[in-house]
């Protein structure tokens, strides 16, 4: 089942369809990226590498590199969706979620 990121849908589907796959869709995380990260002086690089390290990588272990090489060169440890997003990402990271499609 894919849903956004809605807490309320989560909670359900987790009570409703306990052995149900439940993942993010991408599409609506990537559309927040302006909302959530255009505050930052290096917007356009910082969503560049933040789109390549979700899409670029194939493996667990490239997307964890990936993604804290991005957090750390922009130095975003701080950023609460960013660290949201991070702890959900067998939710919605492709080379997390690659094995049932």
């Not at 909670?11 to 869709?25: I, K, S, Y």
């Not at 990537?30 to 255009?38: F, G, I, R, S, T």
């Not at 702890?87 to 499609?101: G, Q, S």
């Amino acid at each position: 089942m894919i849903t956004d990121q809605c807490m309320g849908m989560k909670n359900a589907v987790e009570n409703v369809f306990p052995d149900t796959r439940h993942r993010w869709c991408i599409w609506h995380i990537m559309k927040k990226l302006p909302e959530k990260l255009n505050g930052y002086n290096d917007y356009e690089k910082i969503s560049s590498c933040m789109r390549k390290a979700v899409w670029n990588t194939l493996t667990v272990e490239q997307f964890e590199d990936a993604w804290n090489r991005f957090i750390t060169k922009y130095e975003l440890q701080t950023n609460t969706w960013l660290e949201g997003l991070y702890l959900e990402r067998k939710r919605w990271i492709p080379a997390y979620v690659n094995d049932c499609f």
